[in-house]
């Protein structure tokens, strides 16, 4: 965190605030910082970041996607369901031309954010395809051990335990039990997640 900063001190001062190297400093200082759990401290990095990028390289740049996706995940770990549907839902398309097979981690970690966004409001058929693409892709990219892929199986146990209270008795829970059964069977976490 203190070299992010010192970093992105010195790239506004010496390239100023909007060249690449500036705000790609901003999405690595906020990403650390949601990843180090201060939600409140990352969040004006990353609003700086995303609206800095869209300016600068439009809203389908590379660039751009990844902001979106941090911010994305920042709004649904702070319980923004509405607002992180709302920014992440009209960037599918481009993250999936963009990023799907040039960056599948990335893709995959925008489409759990995506998925944890819509099972938090309840759009629990639309979150079960978003999460089970992301499994997918963490399963073909043998990330299923990482933190990143443990995080989208939480959230698929998560999904199926919100759909089983929201529809009590159409077999959400047992689905909450088989996922929570493959999750243990990767055994213990001992990682924590990067903000790349």
């Not at 992010?4 to 010496?14: C, I, M, N, P």
């Not at 590379?62 to 923004?80: C, N, P, S, W, Y």
């Not at 629990?124 to 933190?147: H, I, M, N, S």
């Amino acid at each position: 965190e203190p070299y992010l900063r010192e970093a992105l001190e010195k790239h506004r001062r010496l390239q100023g605030e909007e060249h690449p190297d500036t705000l790609l400093s901003l999405v690595n200082l906020g990403g650390t910082l949601l990843v180090e759990g201060k939600l409140a401290e990352a969040e004006p990095y990353l609003r700086e970041a995303v609206e800095k990028n869209r300016r600068v390289f439009g809203d389908d740049n590379e660039h751009t996607l990844l902001a979106i996706t941090t911010m994305g995940k920042l709004l649904v770990d702070q319980g923004k369901h509405a607002e992180a549907e709302k920014l992440l839902a009209p960037a599918e398309a481009a993250v999936r031309k963009t990023l799907a097979d040039d960056s599948p981690p990335q893709f995959a970690l925008f489409m759990v954010s995506l998925g944890r966004a819509r099972a938090g409001l309840h759009a629990f058929a639309l979150a079960q395809a978003d999460l089970l693409e992301a499994q997918a892709v963490y399963v073909r990219t043998d990330g299923l051990k990482t933190p990143f892929g443990r995080q989208c199986t939480k959230a698929i146990i998560d999904l199926y335990k919100g759909w089983n209270s929201a529809e009590p008795g159409k077999g959400y829970d047992a689905k909450a039990t088989e996922w929570k059964q493959k999750l243990d069977a990767l055994g213990p976490e001992n990682a924590t997640p990067t903000a790349s």
